[in-house]
């Protein structure tokens, strides 16, 4: 099992920045990718960024060049830092680690989300 919290929402203005932070505990293993996904009233769970444990980095089409995310292996930690943030970045963000190969086995964990609103 793995748990995984997150913190580091809340309300910002369009431009502003804000850092999301994610920590698992539990059974983690060393090629578990992570990241960060989010969910409006419109879409379902769409790919943020991810990270692998070798610090390969995806993002989603509407956030390159405006997030980073960054990945800590030693503490199982992973951050988004958000930039240049505009109202269409409403969302709930939550937190995902998962094993690549295993998802359909039930390695696929996310954690219970954190809202960011971005609002003038």
């Known amino acids: 099992q793995v748990q995984l919290v997150e913190s580091g929402g809340g309300l910002v203005h369009p431009g502003g920045s804000l850092r999301l932070s994610c920590a698992a505990s539990?059974?983690?293993?060393?090629?578990?990718?992570m990241g960060w996904y989010r969910r409006t009233p419109t879409k379902e769970r769409d790919l943020v960024a991810r990270i692998t444990s070798g610090g390969t980095a995806t993002y989603g089409d509407s956030v390159e060049d405006r997030f980073t995310i960054f990945r800590d292996n030693r503490k199982n930690t992973i951050d988004l830092q958000m930039s240049s943030l505009k109202p269409e970045d409403t969302a709930v963000y939550y937190c995902r680690l998962y094993t690549s190969g295993l998802v359909s086995s039930g390695r696929d964990y996310w954690g219970h989300g954190t809202q960011v609103t971005v609002r003038g």
């Open positions: 539990g059974h983690i293993f060393s090629n578990d990718i």
